[in-house]
């Protein structure tokens, strides 16, 4: 079966169940899991598809993929900038992680860090760092979003402004190509705007995949970044801006990729 062929199927397939797995496409279509990976990476690449651990799902445009999702979608590019980011964070200093599975990421590169002062609205990154005895963790109160143990709200925005971090980091769940940061949940908008207020150094992690999608919601610009930390390089133009901006990209990929 040819590839103009598979290429129907295979979104006709992930418009009706939502996901594709490469198993089942393989067997459904009769050839091998090496050439449905290829074809998924294909559909990926042209902004059809999103990679997550054995298949693919739908890209998001209004609506956020489901957390256990996103957690698993390019985990291999989520380490390599959470190193990144780690490696430039420097012990003794206080620093906020918001919401998100990169930065949950960040959280696990921080285990070996010493005296770390961390605030953060995402339970996640809170359990994560009680493994860590030279990590303080300050958990911010607010409204529990229970698809993903974050913290968000008025609560949450009150919180975080009766301090001053010395690094904030954010994450994101798109990147429009004029450099706007983007989100789905106006209450954690709200949220990252007021770490971003509340920082005297700001980083952003989010991987490629972010670059081809869309969210409603804007967060800021890059040119409020200090740092930003992808895993691919990043289209031209968009590097102009941030050159512009003084924004410091920081490519990161893992020498063995996880699939």
Same mark, same amino acid.
């Given at each position: 079966?040819? =590839?103009? +062929?598979?290429? #129907?199927?295979?979104?006709?397939?992930?418009?009706?169940?939502?996901?594709?797995?490469?198993?089942?496409?393989?067997?459904?279509?009769?050839?091998?899991?090496?050439?449905?990976?290829?074809? !998924?990476?294909?559909?990926?690449?042209?902004?059809?598809?999103?990679?997550?651990?054995?298949?693919?799902?739908?890209?998001?445009? &209004?609506?956020?993929?489901?957390?256990?999702?996103?957690?698993?979608?390019?985990?291999?590019?989520?380490?390599?900038?959470?190193?990144?980011?780690?490696?430039?964070? #420097?012990?003794?200093?206080?620093?906020?992680?918001?919401?998100?599975?990169?930065?949950?990421?960040?959280?696990?590169? %921080?285990?070996?860090?010493?005296?770390?002062?961390?605030?953060?609205?995402?339970?996640?990154?809170?359990?994560?760092?009680?493994?860590? #005895?030279?990590?303080?963790?300050?958990?911010?109160?607010?409204?529990?979003?229970?698809?993903?143990?974050? !913290?968000?709200?008025?609560?949450? &925005?009150?919180?975080?402004?009766?301090?001053?971090?010395?690094?904030?980091?954010?994450?994101?769940?798109?990147?429009?190509?004029?450099? *706007? +940061?983007?989100?789905?949940? !106006?209450?954690?908008?709200?949220?990252? =705007? &007021?770490? %971003?207020?509340?920082?005297?150094?700001?980083? %952003?992690?989010? *991987?490629? &995949?972010?670059?081809?999608?869309?969210? #409603?919601?804007?967060?800021?610009?890059?040119?409020?970044?200090?740092?930003?930390?992808?895993?691919?390089?990043?289209?031209?133009?968009?590097?102009?801006?941030?050159?512009?901006?003084?924004?410091?990209?920081?490519?990161?990929?893992?020498?063995?990729?996880?699939?």
């Amino acid at each position: 079966m040819s =590839q103009n +062929i598979r290429f #129907p199927e295979i979104l006709d397939i992930a418009r009706r169940d939502g996901k594709v797995t490469v198993e089942h496409l393989a067997e459904h279509l009769g050839v091998t899991l090496q050439t449905i990976r290829r074809d !998924l990476s294909e559909l990926a690449n042209a902004g059809r598809l999103e990679r997550v651990h054995g298949g693919a799902v739908l890209p998001s445009g &209004t609506v956020n993929i489901a957390y256990q999702e996103r957690r698993r979608l390019n985990a291999g590019g989520k380490i390599a900038m959470a190193q990144a980011c780690a490696a430039m964070i #420097p012990e003794n200093c206080a620093i906020f992680l918001n919401i998100g599975t990169s930065t949950e990421a960040v959280a696990a590169e %921080l285990l070996h860090h010493r005296n770390l002062m961390v605030v953060t609205n995402n339970m996640n990154v809170a359990n994560i760092l009680t493994r860590n #005895p030279d990590c303080e963790v300050l958990v911010t109160g607010g409204s529990l979003r229970q698809s993903d143990g974050g !913290l968000i709200g008025d609560i949450t &925005t009150a919180a975080i402004r009766q301090f001053k971090f010395d690094i904030g980091v954010i994450g994101c769940s798109a990147i429009d190509q004029d450099g *706007d +940061i983007l989100d789905f949940d !106006l209450r954690e908008v709200g949220v990252s =705007q &007021t770490i %971003l207020h509340q920082s005297r150094r700001t980083m %952003l992690v989010a *991987d490629h &995949t972010k670059l081809k999608r869309t969210a #409603p919601a804007r967060i800021a610009s890059l040119s409020e970044i200090d740092d930003f930390f992808t895993d691919a390089p990043v289209p031209r133009p968009l590097e102009n801006l941030c050159a512009m901006w003084a924004t410091q990209i920081h490519v990161s990929r893992l020498e063995r990729e996880i699939e």
